[in-house]
């Protein structure tokens, strides 16, 4: 059955979130497919960051630490977003990057292995997790004396043998939207002796994540992506309460310890999560985070983060089908699971010859993705859609498959400009 363009409008009609779409600045004439690399702008954003440009930082100065709640801020966020990721309050803190966060928890991980179980001497990761998480594994493995293994997805209950200290694992990939099985996975690490750790960095906001109850030990994730917190915003880090308070992080400043302003020269680090903030925070950045973070909480009327994966499984679904429906015989191919259980909030698509190019044609149109190169083998170039269900409705995906259409079938894509590569892609 062939679905129309009325099809969409009544679905947009119907949808019970359509309203959030209104809590963001969305650029005139674009569809915004790349929520999964940056999110778009809060509408509340500018006029936060300006008060705290000129009022908060301008008038008030240095009494803003305490006046305006400066100091608590990466605590207050980080229980808000414990709401998205299933936690409770008190277990994490908004600070730093991704690629620090994780360096301090797959540190601490380490630490622990070596107290309990000093014969495991492995991390095991996924060959296609994200670059900076296994750049950062294998530094610590150099300095550690650890090996870092990689495996493809089907092979990593194989690969955790007595040997491993710790599985660390992107809850969702970044480059196809496969997702793990958060609990399953869990226990399978546990089951061998081994340490839970996930990024994630492209689940928090976009599909329910429980923590807790999948019995995690530690994980990460990003600040500018779903969350919308802008770009570079400050990246969140978790601990299970049962190892906060037996380990130093490495990065032992002074906002981690138990009581900064008595300036003592020894390190005593803060009882529980806050011991794994570092240095003074950037408060600018915080505050268009927690924008952002503000964001996801508003959905919690209209039924929380179950409602967004709803509506996210029906605009990937829908892609998925106008996709095969008006681009047959142009040698698409699909690289995300169709199976709701194994999908994340993106929709991977794949081409033999021009990947990258037809991205670029597609956002000379106003329509949003970006490409991922492939290896040359298993991986494939992919051109990746992310479905951010706030501000993301059900024609704007019947327009982009259009648009997708009439680049394939004029051969628009093989245009010069759309084939000259950018920094970045």
Not at 196 to 221: E, F, I, K, Q, R
Not at 355 to 380: E, T
Request: include cysteine; aromatic fraction near 8%; glycine fraction near 10%.
């Amino acid at each position: 059955m062939t679905i129309t363009q009325q099809d969409c409008r009544a679905l947009d009609a119907q949808d019970p979130l359509r309203t959030l779409r209104d809590l963001f600045l969305i650029p005139e004439g674009t569809i915004y497919l790349d929520g999964n690399s940056l999110g778009v702008m809060p509408r509340s954003a500018p006029a936060r960051v300006a008060d705290v440009v000129a009022r908060e930082w301008g008038t008030d100065l240095i009494q803003s630490w305490n006046k305006n709640g400066w100091f608590a801020m990466p605590k207050k966020i980080g229980d808000k977003i414990a709401r998205l990721i299933g936690t409770d309050p008190g277990t994490v803190v908004a600070t730093d990057s991704t690629s620090i966060n994780l360096y301090k928890v797959l540190s601490a991980a380490l630490n622990l292995a070596a107290a309990e179980h000093p014969g495991r001497k492995r991390i095991v990761s996924e060959r296609s997790n994200f670059p900076t998480d296994l750049y950062i594994a294998e530094a610590l493995c150099r300095e550690r004396g650890f090996e870092l293994v990689l495996v493809e997805p089907e092979d990593i209950a194989a690969a955790l043998t007595p040997e491993v200290a710790v599985l660390m694992l992107t809850h969702v990939n970044y480059r196809t939207g496969a997702m793990h099985d958060m609990p399953a996975m869990t226990a399978a690490a546990h089951a061998t002796g081994a340490l839970m750790l996930w990024d994630l960095a492209h689940s928090a906001g976009a599909v329910p994540v429980d923590l807790t109850g999948a019995g995690a030990d530690y994980a990460v994730g990003c600040g500018y992506k779903y969350l919308n917190g802008g770009p570079g915003a400050p990246a969140f880090v978790w601990v299970h309460p049962r190892h906060t308070d037996r380990f130093w992080q490495p990065l032992a400043g002074w906002w981690g310890h138990a009581t900064p302003f008595e300036f003592t020269p020894d390190y005593r680090p803060a009882p529980g999560i806050t011991r794994y903030q570092c240095g003074t925070q950037p408060m600018i950045s915080l505050a268009a985070l927690e924008c952002g973070v503000d964001t996801l909480l508003a959905t919690e009327a209209h039924g929380g983060m179950a409602a967004l994966r709803r509506k996210s499984l029906a605009l990937t679904d829908l892609f998925i089908s106008l996709v095969d429906e008006r681009c047959h015989g142009h040698g698409i191919g699909l690289a995300t699971p169709l199976d709701h259980a194994q999908r994340g909030s993106q929709v991977c698509l794949t081409k033999d010859e021009g990947a990258y190019a037809i991205v670029q044609a597609l956002i000379a149109r106003g329509v949003v993705g970006d490409f991922r190169a492939g290896d040359g083998a298993r991986h494939q170039d992919i051109l990746r859609f992310g479905f951010a269900p706030l501000y993301i409705g059900f024609e704007d995906v019947w327009h982009a498959a259009e648009h997708l259409r009439e680049v394939l079938e004029t051969g628009e894509w093989k245009r010069p400009e759309f084939n000259t590569k950018h920094a970045v892609t």
